[in-house]
């Protein structure tokens, strides 16, 4: 039995459950970070010594890292649909992946956190408004490549879409003025309809 460990309202979380949605796996999960605590003592810190979330765990096969877990899973359990088969294909999906972590993280972290888990009175506006202005220009990036298209691939629901598309609802939800961004909210829509967005992350954000 696979099993993933981490809390649901984690956005690294979040895609491996998706995607394992998605590709109808059997699976359980277990609640570790954040309030649930315990990444820093066995059995999960010798499952995973970064003491973040999430971790899968498959027969003896261990792994960490958020879009490595989704990858595998898109390999293992998805060729020819949630990962391309052709290797140009491949690689223009995984860029968008890498380009998550890369390029979108680092302006979402303070919407997020800014918005969601500081206290009003505490939020630095200074920095948040900096964050939403950098963000319409990256995710403009997306809007472009999403014309005529009605996932990043192209008719479908892949691996390129998952990472991407949780931070991008999250923009979504939080930041109401978005002017030009058109194609990038049809296609929030669209990934929101999908199995495991549903069942994850369409929850008020915690
Ligand atoms: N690069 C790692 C980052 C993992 C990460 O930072 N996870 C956060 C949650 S999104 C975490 O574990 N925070 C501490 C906690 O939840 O206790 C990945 O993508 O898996």
Same mark, same amino acid.
């Given at each position: 039995?696979?099993?993933?460990?981490?809390?649901?309202?984690? #956005? &690294?979380?979040?895609?491996?459950?998706?995607? *394992?949605?998605?590709? !109808?796996?059997? %699976?359980?999960?277990? $609640?570790?970070?954040?309030?649930?605590?315990?990444?820093?003592?066995?059995?999960?810190?010798?499952?995973?010594?970064?003491?973040?979330?999430?971790?899968?765990?498959?027969?003896?096969?261990?792994?960490?890292?958020?879009?490595?877990?989704?990858?595998?899973? #898109? &390999?293992?359990?998805?060729?020819?649909?949630? *990962?391309?088969?052709? !290797?140009?294909? %491949?690689?223009?999906? $995984?860029?968008?992946?890498?380009?998550?972590?890369?390029?979108?993280?680092?302006?979402?972290?303070?919407?997020?956190?800014?918005?969601?888990?500081?206290?009003?009175?505490?939020?630095?506006?200074?920095?948040?408004?900096?964050?939403?202005?950098?963000?319409?220009?990256?995710?403009?990036?997306?809007?472009?490549?999403?014309?005529?298209?009605?996932?990043?691939?192209?008719?479908?629901?892949?691996?390129?879409?998952?990472?991407?598309?949780?931070?991008?609802?999250?923009?979504?939800?939080?930041?109401?003025?978005?002017?030009?961004?058109?194609?990038?909210?049809?296609?929030?829509?669209?990934?929101?309809?999908?199995?495991?967005?549903?069942?994850?992350?369409?929850?008020?954000?915690?």
């Amino acid at each position: 039995m696979m099993k993933i460990w981490g809390r649901s309202n984690s #956005a &690294n979380v979040q895609k491996v459950l998706w995607i *394992a949605d998605e590709l !109808g796996l059997d %699976y359980e999960r277990e $609640d570790v970070g954040g309030s649930f605590g315990r990444t820093k003592e066995p059995p999960y810190s010798d499952l995973n010594p970064n003491a973040v979330v999430p971790t899968l765990v498959e027969d003896d096969f261990v792994l960490w890292e958020s879009n490595a877990c989704t990858r595998y899973l #898109a &390999n293992t359990y998805g060729k020819g649909t949630l *990962a391309p088969t052709d !290797g140009r294909a %491949y690689a223009d999906a $995984d860029r968008w992946m890498d380009w998550q972590q890369t390029t979108v993280l680092p302006f979402m972290t303070p919407i997020f956190w800014g918005y969601v888990r500081t206290a009003e009175d505490d939020r630095d506006m200074a920095a948040i408004t900096a964050a939403v202005e950098r963000g319409m220009q990256v995710f403009g990036v997306l809007e472009k490549r999403l014309e005529g298209r009605d996932f990043i691939m192209g008719d479908h629901l892949t691996m390129a879409d998952i990472p991407v598309a949780i931070q991008a609802f999250r923009f979504k939800i939080l930041v109401k003025d978005r002017p030009g961004l058109e194609n990038f909210d049809a296609w929030v829509e669209r990934c929101r309809q999908t199995t495991g967005f549903q069942n994850w992350i369409d929850k008020p954000l915690t």
